[in-house]
């Protein structure tokens, strides 16, 4: 649990493609081997987008290391692509490096410059590997992003609750979709596709995000306590929603399961209420900023979040905040209190995909706070409002 009490930053384990940044310096400790570099570009580059998971779910796959990287992507034309790594691959350490509670893999990555040799370890489907790779460097061009008809898109929306206890992922199936075509039916369990295990929604995400339309899903699932498996090739989101004559829920892919799984700002007129704490989100102007004394706060709104959600679990007082940030760019996230003092700030480096974080925000007081999330120079902020119940 983190506490507001003192302002922390940390390097989040989902920093696609491993380039940080920092403040530029020039030198290097000779002593204990780390170098830091003057321009990003010349940070080692691996090539893999990756994410932190929770020590439950690590607990659940197997890993005796809760403090890796899970790869959602690999990066075409890069070390890491080179070397054989596939996404569901999950890296805990460098050479003698390994992972830990104050050490991510970006931060061992910044041991290195380009053109370095090392020795990766890594867990796929249960077996601990070690590959040899010859780091890169950062491209200058982004990640090549694909349509809703180039996408692959089963066809499935979550029934209920995720649950790391029971075995896979209850389900809901969209009509005229691949998974309705193939014979999956509400209430079935996902527990592997493609053969790799499925232990929450994101897992849907990673494989089929993966996948390319036109080629064949392999699904296996439970059904009444009976485990069945299905295949057919995967259509694109285009392909579906032109038979089905009507507009498909975006599910599962990044971004789009998300608004499916949690609150959207859409749904915000009523304030948000737990058995502990009442919330309510606004959007902050400007000219409530300056009223406010919160002008440090950049009000632009130019920034996507999507499924941006903030609410309190059942007998928690804790807030917790979840989005998804599509958009790759240096990330942070900071909650001011009414006085325009940082209360909690989370440094995400060069980041895209879900951030979800849980704070006590009580202990700083019920009242008015304002959160900013900023991606590079575009900004998102909101007022809330919290009060204990």
């Known amino acids: 649990m983190k506490s507001l009490a003192t302002s922390w930053t940390l390097l989040f384990a989902l920093a696609p493609l491993f ?4 403040e530029p310096q020039a030198q290097c400790e000779a ?3 780390i170098i830091f570099w003057a321009q ?7 090539g893999i987008i990756s994410e932190q998971i929770s020590v439950e779910k690590a607990r659940k796959l197997g890993f005796d290391n809760p403090y890796g990287s899970y790869i959602s992507r690999v990066v075409k034309n890069t070390a890491a692509e080179r070397a054989g790594l596939r996404h569901f691959d999950y890296i805990y350490g460098l050479d003698e490096y390994r992972t830990a509670e104050g050490q991510s893999l970006p931060q061992i990555l910044r041991r290195y410059a380009p053109n370095q040799k090392a020795d990766i370890h890594f867990i796929r489907q249960g ?8 780091l890169g460097r950062k491209p200058a061009d982004e990640l ?3 349509s809703a008809c180039e996408r692959a898109f089963l066809g499935l929306s979550p029934q209920g609750p995720e649950s790391l206890v029971s075995d896979g992922v209850a389900i809901t199936t969209v009509g005229n979709s691949t998974a309705e075509e193939m014979g999956l039916k509400d209430g079935d369990r996902i527990t592997a596709i493609n053969g790799h295990t499925i ?7 990673i494989a089929i995000d993966n996948m390319e339309v036109g080629h064949t899903i392999v699904v296996k699932y439970q059904r009444h306590g009976k485990t069945y498996k299905a295949s057919r090739p995967i259509k694109s989101l285009c392909d579906t929603k032109s038979q089905a004559g009507r507009e498909a829920p975006l599910a599962p892919q990044p971004g789009d399961w998300f608004n499916r799984h949690f609150k959207t700002e859409e749904n915000w007129p009523k304030p948000g209420k737990g058995p502990n704490l009442s919330i309510k989100v606004e959007t902050l102007t400007r000219e409530e900023a300056a009223r406010a004394g919160a002008g440090k706060i950049s009000t632009d709104n130019n920034l996507s979040a999507e499924g941006l959600s903030f609410y309190s679990e059942p007998g928690s007082s804790l807030l917790r905040i979840k989005c998804y940030l ?4 240096d990330t942070e996230l900071r909650l001011f209190n009414a006085a325009g003092r940082v209360v909690y700030e989370y440094s995400l480096g060069n980041f895209s995909g879900l951030f979800n974080d849980e704070v006590d925000i009580l202990q700083n007081g019920a009242g008015v706070y304002y959160l900013e999330i900023r991606q590079g120079r575009r900004s998102l902020s909101k007022k809330i409002s919290v009060a204990g119940r």
Not at 127 to 134: D, G, L, P, S, Y
Not at 199 to 205: G, K, Q, T, V
Not at 326 to 329: D, H, L
């Open 127 to 134: 077996e601990k590997r070690t590959v040899a790779v010859t």
């Open 19 to 22: 380039a940080i940044a920092q």
């Open 326 to 329: 599509p958009e790759t760019a």
């Open 144 to 146: 090549p992003r694909r």
């Open 31 to 33: 002593g204990n081997g």
């Open 199 to 205: 232990a929450d929604w994101r897992d849907i995400a």
């Open 40 to 46: 990003e570009d010349e940070y080692a580059f691996l």
